[in-house]
C-alpha cells in the first residue's frame, strides 16, 4: 500500500481564519513533507520532518505552522493566510534520503 | 540556468502514439531520477524511479537515463487517451544528504486524443 491521505481536499478560508491540513500515511515512512504547487508549476518544498523531527524549513511565513505529533501524521497550521497563499498543498512521505517520494492527492485551499 | 529543464509542451498526439518526455540537468551529482504523472488537480503519482544512468522498464513506460548528457527520458508506448496529463521530472541526491530533496522539471502537458 503506497497510500498518504490528506484531508480536507478542499479548503476555502478568510485571512483572519485559522485552519489545520492533515496528512497520514501507514507506509512506515521516516520522512514526510509539505509541498504547496501553484497552477502549471512545479511543486515547492516547503517543511521536511524526519524520524518527527523537522529537518527543514524552507524560510516560510510564519503563518504556516507545521507539526509531526507522530510517524505516521503531519499537520500544517494555516493563520492569517494572504490571497497569494491559495495553492494545492501536497503532502509526501519516503522511507528518508533519496528513496522514493509518495504524494498525496492534496487539499486545495483558496483563501479569500 | 536552473537545475532541471523540462519542455512544458504542450505535446499532443493521436492515441496508440509513442511519447517521448525529456528532461536535462546541469547538476552532475544527481544520483535519482523521477517521473510523476499529474492528472489536473490530483497529486503527482510516481510512476518511474531509477537510479544512475541505464534503462528501466514497466509496463508501457521505459524510462532512460543518460548521467554523461545530463539527460534523462520517458517513453510511453502505445498511449491512450487515460495517459493525457502534466508529466514531471524530479532527481535528488546532489548532496548526500538524508533528506531526499527532489528538484523538479516544470512538466509538460501531455494530450492523447482518440
Known amino acids: 500500500d503506497t497510500e498518504v491521505t490528506q484531508t480536507p481536499k478542499h479548503l476555502v478560508m478568510g485571512m483572519t481564519n485559522k485552519k489545520s491540513l492533515k496528512c497520514e500515511q501507514h507506509m512506515g515512512h521516516r520522512a514526510m513533507y509539505w509541498y504547496k504547487q501553484k497552477a502549471k508549476k512545479p511543486p515547492e518544498l516547503m517543511f521536511v520532518?524526519?524520524?518527527?523531527?523537522?529537518?527543514i524549513n524552507e524560510s516560510v511565513p510564519s503563518r504556516f505552522s507545521p507539526e509531526c505529533p507522530n510517524s505516521s501524521l503531519l499537520n500544517l497550521h494555516l493563520h492569517a493566510l494572504q490571497p497569494e497563499d491559495s495553492a494545492l498543498y501536497l503532502c509526501?512521505?519516503?522511507?528518508?534520503?533519496?528513496?522514493?517520494?509518495?504524494f498525496g492527492p492534496g487539499t486545495r485551499l483558496t483563501v479569500l | 540556468q536552473k537545475e532541471v529543464e523540462q519542455d512544458p509542451g504542450p505535446l499532443s498526439v493521436p492515441e496508440g502514439a509513442i511519447v517521448s518526455l525529456n528532461c536535462t540537468y546541469s547538476n552532475s551529482a544527481f544520483q535519482y531520477f523521477m517521473w510523476y504523472r499529474q492528472y489536473s488537480r490530483k497529486g503527482p503519482e510516481l510512476l518511474m524511479y531509477t537510479y544512475s544512468s541505464g534503462n528501466k522498464e514497466d509496463g508501457r513506460f521505459t524510462a532512460q537515463v543518460d548521467k554523461s548528457s545530463k539527460y534523462i527520458s520517458l517513453f510511453i508506448r502505445d498511449s491512450q487517451p487515460s495517459d493525457s496529463a502534466t508529466y514531471l521530472c524530479?532527481?535528488?541526491?546532489?548532496?548526500?544528504?538524508?533528506?531526499?530533496?527532489?528538484?523538479f522539471g516544470r512538466g509538460t502537458q501531455l494530450t492523447v486524443w482518440p
Open positions: 524530479a532527481m535528488s541526491g546532489d548532496r548526500g544528504s538524508t533528506l531526499g530533496r527532489l528538484y
Open positions: 509526501a512521505s519516503s522511507q528518508g534520503g533519496d528513496n522514493e517520494q509518495f
Open positions: 520532518y524526519s524520524y518527527e523531527k523537522l529537518s
